[in-house]
């Protein structure tokens, strides 16, 4: 089973400020299978990228994802007030059939 | 659009069971997988499975194995989670998700979600 680990774990930021936070997983995961989610208080979570680095539909641009095998980075180029959040990634593995997330990067304003 | 709603809060007893729903609109339930992620107080996310509303055939996570039952009304449009032997550390944020969907083409990747349903396990 894959695991995923993200960092850091707390990311303290100003806005206007670029957020680069990290995901390594155990073993090479498909760039298809790897995403990221982004998590507020009290609501669910949002889909921001899939497939690595493809915006989801309604994502800023100032969100991008990068990556490859391992090492996975979601990069937000300059933070707004509503980026402060938690940040999940998240792959799916074809053998087992399983979904794995990350613990999260909680991005806070400094 | 597409829409998840799920049922309401649930109070339990250890050792009980709990059933949460969450009703699908805005798309055809059958042609798309709906899956189960959890949430405890102040943690991170746990994939629970999922149902294949289509044929009722699923695929749970390891950890869940015995104790949870996915299963779906299509006359309603309904997905149903059922958690068993209900433990204190089953107290959590019960969301269901649907794959992503974009141009034509559909992903792994989970969106939209429920809102989610806090079940709390307390004697």
């Known amino acids: 089973e894959i695991v995923l680990t993200q960092s850091p774990g707390t990311l303290s930021l100003s806005p206007g400020e670029r957020a680069t936070l990290s995901c390594r997983a155990s073993q090479s995961v498909s760039s298809s299978y790897l995403a990221w989610y982004q998590q507020k208080p009290g609501q669910a979570p949002r889909l921001l990228i899939y497939?690595?680095?493809s915006r989801a539909t309604g994502i800023p641009d100032r969100f991008s994802g990068s990556g490859s095998g391992t090492d996975f980075t979601l990069t937000i180029s300059r933070l707004e007030p509503e980026d402060f959040a938690v940040y999940y990634c998240q792959q799916y593995g074809s053998s087992p059939r399983l979904f794995t997330f990350g613990p999260g990067t909680k991005v806070d304003i400094k | 659009q597409v829409q998840l709603v799920q049922s309401g809060a649930e109070v339990k007893k250890p050792g009980a069971s709990v059933k949460v729903s969450c009703k699908a609109s805005g798309y055809t339930f059958t042609g798309y997988y709906m899956h189960w992620v959890r949430q405890a107080p102040g943690q991170g996310l746990e994939w629970m499975g999922w149902?294949?509303?289509?044929?009722?055939?699923?695929n749970y996570a390891q950890k869940f194995q015995g104790r949870v039952t996915m299963t779906r009304d299509t006359s309603i449009s309904t997905a149903y989670m059922e958690l068993s032997r209900l433990r204190s550390d089953d107290t959590a944020v019960y969301y269901c998700?649907?794959?992503?969907?974009?141009?034509?083409?559909?992903?792994?990747?989970?969106?939209?979600w429920g809102q989610g349903t806090l079940v709390t396990v307390s004697s």
């Open positions: 998700a649907r794959p992503y969907c974009s141009g034509g083409s559909c992903y792994v990747q989970l969106d939209p």
């Open positions: 497939g690595a680095s």
């Open positions: 149902i294949n509303p289509n044929s009722g055939g699923t």
